[in-house]
């Protein structure tokens, strides 16, 4: 090993203080910069992905909406047929009712044989009447709600290493200057 030599006067402790500092904090200015650009990545990458996820909460909103319209279309035709004395037609289109019109329907009559009055209106209120594109949309839209949230927290953590960073680099201004006077 080398033989290390102490400074001897007063100026050379401040000038080995001073190496030392500006070393330590050209290294944390370094790092601090470093996790700043990675918490702004991923802050992007988050608010990219919640993007996303909104618009295939759009799609499937859409498609419930959709398919909703076709089934209260297809609902309101069955209960003109069955109004009308139309038991050919009202037993074709019962039979054309897609899940979960279906079932809904089916509980709803049952609902209503027992106690009209107390009956929901349609069969579209009824709790088994979910459509899986809403349920879809609804999950979407939750994932872009913690998506954001989550691009947030990145955004503060890498603010919160930018300050750092340029406290460090201040450092080094002052350390570098006050080497020199």
């Known amino acids: 090993p080398l033989p290390v030599a102490l400074p001897s006067s007063s100026a050379d402790w401040r000038e080995l203080v001073a190496v030392i500092l500006i070393?330590?904090?050209?290294?944390?200015?370094a790092w601090t910069a470093f996790q700043a650009s990675k918490w702004g990545g991923a802050m992007s990458i988050n608010f990219s992905q919640a993007s996303a996820a909104r618009i295939d909460a759009a799609r499937f909103e859409s498609d419930?909406?959709?398919?909703?319209?076709?089934?209260v279309a297809l609902f309101t035709q069955w209960l003109s047929a069955q109004t009308s004395d139309n038991d050919d037609l009202a037993i074709f289109l019962r039979d054309s009712f897609p899940e979960p019109l279906a079932t809904a329907t089916t509980e709803w009559l049952d609902e209503r044989a027992v106690d009209a009055q107390a009956a929901r209106q349609t069969p579209f209120?009824?709790?088994?009447?979910?459509?899986?594109?809403?349920?879809?949309?609804?999950?979407?839209?939750?994932?872009a709600e913690q998506l954001s949230a989550q691009a947030l927290t990145s955004n503060r953590n890498s603010d919160n290493y930018t300050v750092l960073t340029i406290l460090f680099a201040t450092v080094l201004f002052f350390a570098a200057v006050s080497n020199r006077v």
């Open 125 to 143: 209120d009824m709790p088994s009447y979910v459509l899986d594109s809403a349920v879809q949309a609804e999950e979407k839209q939750a994932q």
């Open 64 to 71: 419930a909406n959709r398919q909703a319209s076709v089934q």
């Open 23 to 29: 070393s330590v904090t050209t290294i944390l200015t």
